[in-house]
């Protein structure tokens, strides 16, 4: 139990296009989802918490209009990297908090985005 | 400011060695902690702690969280080369937040 998808593993995008990840809880309900950004031997940060039904709330620093995020139902929520440039380029992660354990938070298996 | 501070940043064992790893935390309304193990993508979750005292195994790998000195250990037994990998300690703070740690690297060699 207690997977999550992450849609598609890996892109390589020209520079000023938009790429659209995927993230869905596979076997559970996630009313709350997270998007973080993994740089080379660093640690997760932080961009954004998705809430179902309701506005993304973003992190300082990291820009709504560049990084839209949609949180369409209870297993899906979507992350838009709008007018890419090589600076976005980086593993995205995705992570969803199980409705029914408040606090732990299933990580998929992210997202290598190239942009040249 | 809360924080999260793993230590050793990392560790180079042999197959077999059994090694602890640390996870110190400051945070307000502590709730819980959490180890995840990231490989080469992303990381998957290993424990979720919440009380003091109580040992959580699985397999060969087991944790415990002692909330007086505001800490937890990550014990791994037998090591084998697939242990290999980077565990994150990570506790959350304000609502659904996750404060991670840098990270321990470990490399079991053969």
């Known amino acids: 139990g207690a997977v999550v998808s992450q849609h598609p593993s890996r892109v390589i995008c020209k520079s000023g296009t938009s790429v659209k990840i995927e993230c869905r809880s596979l076997?559970?309900?996630?009313?709350?989802m997270f998007w973080y950004r993994q740089f080379p031997k660093q640690s997760l940060m932080l961009m954004a918490t998705?809430?179902?039904?309701?506005?993304?709330?973003?992190e300082q620093g990291v820009e709504k209009d560049k990084f839209l995020i949609n949180h369409a139902s209870l297993t899906l929520s979507t992350l838009t990297v709008t007018s890419a440039h090589p600076e976005d380029s980086s593993f995205y992660i995705c992570?969803?908090?199980?409705?029914?354990?408040?606090?732990?938070?299933?990580f998929g298996p992210g997202t290598r985005l190239t942009v040249l | 400011e809360d924080k999260v501070v793993q230590s050793p940043l990392s560790l180079v064992v042999h197959e077999g060695d059994t090694v602890t790893l640390n996870c110190s935390y400051e945070?307000?309304?502590?709730?819980?902690l959490l180890w995840y193990k990231q490989e080469k993508k992303a990381p998957t979750f290993l424990f979720m702690l919440t009380s003091s005292g109580i040992e959580k195994k699985s397999g060969r790998l087991s944790s415990i969280l002692d909330k007086k000195e505001l800490s937890s250990i990550l014990n791994i037994t037998a090591t084998q080369t697939g242990d290999s990998a980077i565990y994150l300690c990570a506790v959350p703070y304000r609502r659904y937040k996750l404060t991670f740690g840098k990270g321990t690297l470990l490399t079991v060699n053969p």
């Open positions: 945070v307000t309304n502590f709730r819980s």
């Open positions: 998705s809430n179902e039904g309701s506005k993304a709330t973003y």
């Open positions: 992570s969803a908090e199980d409705d029914s354990y408040t606090d732990t938070q299933y």
């Open positions: 076997d559970f309900q996630a009313t709350t």
